[in-house]
């Protein structure tokens, strides 16, 4: 797999400080963009920052922190771990993310997503009840904008438009628009149908067990006889220098992220045997790099992704150890995978 890419996301999570306390949202963002410079020093192909509206995640306008690291970088790929379309404007995101195309000098791109966290849709008005129209039409409206033709359409959920230009056009297209998956067939078959890029957000169990959507979106190309988009993958992980550090590095935070999370949409309590279990052939990429590059690679032979990216903060794990782990990862799991897959 000679152009298999490797990427890193974050949600912004907000870091235990050096004296244990949560730092604030501000400084998040400022250790973002210093991850996001070190990423790109290290040769990683993309970085990506999602979007929350929550006091657990600091990014809630991820175009603003890429294009901060825009300005500090030269060769990254800047995108959105995920972009909640549902609950924005489709032209207004459009904008956004050309804006930073053109600031990074054709580096963008963006991740679509109906949204796991629903937050936004009462913060900026939407009815939770729309969930999948609202996604459907405005898909569809930035797809009609992605041709960077005066764009002529109409819909239900917002006025129609009528030979209509947006700015700024990209200079560089186009405009790399990947679909996020969490679990849904609907979703699958919709990237393929609009020839879309597929990114599969498994964050639970068995990787294999989503071979399944791989299989349906393979199959909906076949029948519209066009040749498939890149398979993209979007787990947790965490590398330090050993395994044994890096699961007690990473299991206090993990557990507090998720037990909180979890309280909210009834989930019970996550146990240490869980934990462990994901990260012994679940979907938790959790060790020393060649660990790491191992569960990696087999992955991606297994279910034959083009890219891999590994959402690497955990709820208050510490800037430093997040930079120590894209250390490893740039520098030990990148080449050891590299190898594995040739």
């Not at 901060?68 to 995101?93: E, Y």
């Not at 969490?182 to 498994?202: H, K, N, Q, T, W």
């Amino acid at each position: 797999m000679p152009s298999f890419e490797f990427g890193l996301d974050t949600f912004g999570d907000v870091t235990a400080g050096p004296d244990g306390r949560p730092q604030s949202q501000a400084a998040v963002i400022r250790e973002v963009i210093e991850q996001g410079v070190l990423a790109d020093q290290l040769g990683i192909d993309a970085f990506g920052v999602g979007e929350h509206h929550r006091p657990d995640f600091a990014i809630s306008a991820p175009e603003v922190v890429l294009a901060a690291i825009a300005a500090r970088t030269s060769r990254i790929v800047l995108g959105s771990a995920v972009t909640v379309l549902s609950s924005d404007d489709p032209i207004r995101v459009f904008e956004r993310f050309a804006t930073v195309d053109a600031a990074s000098n054709g580096r963008a791109e963006v991740t679509l997503g109906r949204g796991s966290f629903t937050e936004s849709f009462p913060l900026f008005g939407f009815d939770l009840g729309q969930y999948e129209a609202l996604f459907e039409e405005k898909l569809d409206l930035f797809v009609a904008l992605l041709r960077q033709e005066p764009v002529s359409w109409q819909g239900q959920l917002r006025p129609p438009l009528n030979n209509q230009r947006v700015f700024p056009p990209l200079d560089k297209p186009p405009l790399k628009t990947w679909i996020g998956v969490g679990g849904s067939p609907e979703s699958v078959v919709r990237a393929a149908r609009y020839d879309l890029p597929l990114m599969l957000a498994i964050i639970g169990g068995e990787p294999r067990r989503f071979l399944p959507f791989i299989d349906l979106y393979k199959r909906a190309y076949a029948q519209l006889g066009r040749p498939i988009k890149p398979i993209g993958l979007h787990s947790h992980g965490y590398v330090a220098d050993t395994d044994a550090q890096a699961r007690e590095d990473l299991w206090p935070h993990h557990k507090a992220m998720r037990d909180r999370i979890g309280a909210e949409r009834g989930w019970p309590p996550v146990t240490r045997a869980s934990f462990d279990q994901e990260a012994d052939g679940g979907s938790l990429y959790v060790g020393a790099p060649e660990t790491v590059a191992r569960r990696i690679a087999a992955t991606a032979q297994a279910l034959g992704i083009a890219r891999f990216d590994m959402k690497y903060s955990s709820g208050t794990l510490p800037h430093a150890k997040l930079m120590r782990s894209i250390e490893l990862y740039g520098t030990q799991v990148m080449p050891l995978v590299r190898d594995m897959l040739a």
